[in-house]
């Protein structure tokens, strides 16, 4: 089984904020692919097998959301969890995240427990209680 | 309403900086450092109201924060691109914290990707008409955050 992440975010500083954060907390992650948006994302998807997508929502070409859509659409590419990563903290809209198959969700700036705490389920660690999402914060859906 | 805006936009800015990159602000009363050139940031958020905001700081300010993002603290080379780029994710994380202290969180907001501007001197770097504008001191240097709502064209 796979143990690699996808990290897609139009910044290269966020990509390397994500990549040095997962690197801090105790997961035992693979290898870490990256994207600047959605299209890449998805053929990055096309080359690699990975346990999980961490996705920014505002980029070009592709956005977070359509990218998030088009995988849910896709019988390959449809299991593979997704976090969103965003500055976005709209309730309205983290209630479209949910509905629309992301399996967690991270308002930025975060601190790197908050990643770790939604990353951990995805490679089969138990959360010690809490961790779900309340209206504008955020956790594991 | 300038008078009720300012100083949530000063409050964002300084926790954002905190957050994010471990700058804290120091005291507005303190000599900020004048430097050029000055660079601005700028992106729009759509939604029940419509924003611009821009981001004031001098390009060795935005060396710095790119640095302490990246975790090269005085250790690396900072490239223009990679300053530009911390800058502009600062400055998207910015928007989407004054969204929901501006307007709460029931609405969402479609934020624009950020766009960079250069002045070489810092005087040429005008303010809009009704632009509120937030100043802070962090790390010497002086960073602004402008402000201005606005009805787009044709509605």
């Not at chain 1, 997704?82 to 308002?107: K, L, N, P």
Request: overall charge negative; hydrophobic content about 40%; some cysteine.
């Amino acid at each position: 089984m796979t143990r690699d992440v996808l990290i897609v975010d139009d910044s290269a500083t966020i990509r390397q904020m994500i990549r040095r954060t997962i690197q801090l907390i105790d997961l035992d992650i693979g290898e870490m692919f990256e994207a600047g948006n959605g299209i890449e994302a998805l053929a990055q998807l096309a080359d690699h097998e990975v346990a999980c997508v961490i996705v920014d929502i505002n980029m070009p070409s592709m956005n977070g959301i359509q990218l998030l859509r088009r995988m849910k659409d896709n019988p390959h590419l449809k299991d593979i969890p997704v976090v969103v990563v965003s500055t976005e903290g709209s309730a309205q809209r983290i209630q479209q995240i949910e509905e629309w198959g992301a399996s967690g969700f991270v308002r930025k700036p975060f601190q790197p427990e908050q990643l770790r705490d939604v990353l951990k389920p995805m490679f089969g660690v138990k959360v010690d209680g809490g961790g779900n999402p309340t209206e504008t914060d955020e956790g594991a859906f | 309403m300038a008078e009720a805006i300012q100083p949530k936009l000063t409050k964002v800015l300084s926790d954002v900086l905190a957050n994010l990159a471990f700058m804290l602000t120091d005291d507005l009363a303190m000599e900020c450092v004048q430097c050029a050139p000055w660079i601005e940031v700028r992106i729009e958020m759509h939604g029940r109201h419509h924003v611009e905001l821009r981001l004031r700081c001098c390009r060795e300010f935005s060396t710095i924060l790119a640095g302490n993002l990246l975790g090269l603290e005085g250790s690396g080379v900072i490239s223009i691109e990679q300053s530009n780029d911390a800058t502009k994710e600062l400055m998207n994380i910015i928007c989407g914290q004054l969204a929901t202290t501006l307007y709460g969180t029931q609405d969402i907001y479609n934020l624009t990707i950020p766009e960079v501007y250069e002045y070489e001197d810092p005087a040429t770097a005008t303010v809009p008409s009704k632009t509120v504008v937030a100043a802070i001191c962090t790390q010497g240097f002086k960073v602004e955050l402008l402000f201005r709502e606005f009805t787009p064209t044709g509605s």
